[in-house]
């Protein structure tokens, strides 16, 4: 129920919200640099005063479809967020597939990695091992350049629940202690519409493997592909299928919009209480 990250220990009894802090330089001069930094900066920060209770922060590189971003340019959009969050009174998670990020970020104080890779690179498994960082297990099918062109599984929930069982199995063989370790099925990582729906309708599927569940369901594709919406008008869209989410099993939900699904969330411990 308490899930060790970092310097914290999150009660997970009542579920909890990630809030999402990309960081994209919108130009790569030194004053945009700096704008886009105090930009991040603010943004996690309102989403901490909205009630986030992890704060997840990007450089990009994971984004389904998106263009490559080196180590470097990682690096530089992330540390300097990571390092002017220092005090903030939230874990920081570090949203990467890249070891060199990983061990930066948790350098810089950091509390949890969020890895769309499981840490299936045996080098993140070792660091991660050697640290007392929360870690985000995540599934996907193929690579992220891919992975939507002909997604296929035998059976969506059982290869997945399968795939994040040997992950759990690999973090604590590692070293890394079952305190420290969540899961999330990964939506839209690999998945067509039809697997997402599978996926979020049997979500208590993966609480049986003893782990706290994680769900991102934020603005996806999956909610424009059901209500039509472009990115901007999938609030609702994403409120309800967090709130579903919770419903069905999952601890903390990763979002963008922080202030309407930690209200959402409320309506449903009231009933819980
Ligand atoms: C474009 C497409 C931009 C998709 C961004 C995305 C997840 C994640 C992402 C998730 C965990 C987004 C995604 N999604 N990490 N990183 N779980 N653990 O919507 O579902 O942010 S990237």
């Known amino acids: 129920m308490l899930f060790h990250c970092g310097k914290f220990k999150l009660d997970l009894s009542q579920p909890k919200v990630m809030g999402i802090v990309n960081v994209t330089p919108d130009s790569f001069s030194d004053g945009g640099r700096h704008l886009a930094l105090e930009a991040a900066l603010d943004h996690a920060r309102r989403l901490v005063d909205e009630g986030a209770v992890i704060l997840d922060i990007g450089g990009e590189s994971t984004r389904p479809g ?7 340019e990682e690096l530089d959009r992330v540390l300097p967020v990571i390092e002017g969050l220092r005090d903030i009174s939230v874990p920081i998670s570090i949203d990467t597939y890249k070891p060199e990020v990983m061990r930066a970020a948790l350098d810089a104080g950091a509390d949890m990695v969020n890895d769309v890779n499981a840490l299936q690179s045996a080098y993140a498994l070792d660091m991660v ?3 007392t960082a929360g ?139």
């Open 66 to 72: 998106a263009a490559p971003v080196s180590v470097q």
């Open 129 to 131: 091992a050697k640290t």
């Open 135 to 273: 870690v985000c297990l995540m599934h996907k099918q193929g690579a992220p350049q891919n992975m939507q062109q002909q997604p296929h599984y035998q059976d969506v929930i059982a290869d997945v629940s399968l795939f994040l069982r040997e992950r759990v199995a690999a973090a604590t063989s590692a070293g890394i202690t079952v305190e420290r370790i969540v899961i999330d099925p990964g939506f839209g990582f690999g998945k067509s519409l039809e697997h997402n729906l599978v996926l979020l309708k049997n979500m208590h599927a993966f609480t049986l493997l003893g782990v706290p569940v994680l769900a991102g369901l934020s603005r996806k594709s999956m909610l424009g592909a059901i209500t039509g919406r472009d990115v901007g008008g999938r609030v609702a869209a994403s409120v309800a299928a967090a709130l579903i989410a919770v419903q069905r099993g999952a601890s903390i939900v990763r979002v963008h919009d922080v202030r309407e699904t930690v209200d959402a969330l409320k309506i449903w411990n009231a009933l819980e209480k």
